[in-house]
């Protein structure tokens, strides 16, 4: 009787972790999408902060002379 409780038990546990497991490969993979937004979202700031730059240096040049 004591041995089928253990095993149920033991049952139990690697059920939680193998849960646990999924939960956190969905957990991961919605970070990673988050982190590559991010960074789509850097690059597109960095560009148009580039374009804008570009132009300001213009701006400045023209007003100097």
Avoid: A, P
Avoid at 1 to 22: A, N, R, T
Avoid at 34 to 39: A, F
Avoid at 49 to 59: G, H, M, R, V
């Amino acid at each position: 009787m004591e041995k089928d409780k253990l095993i149920e038990e033991l049952k139990q546990k690697i059920e939680e972790e193998q849960m646990v497991k999924k939960s956190e490969v969905i957990l991961n993979h919605e970070l990673q999408e988050r982190i590559e937004k991010l960074n789509l979202q850097i690059e597109t700031l960095l560009k148009i902060n580039e374009s804008f730059q570009n132009k300001i240096t213009k701006l400045r040049i023209l007003l100097k002379k």
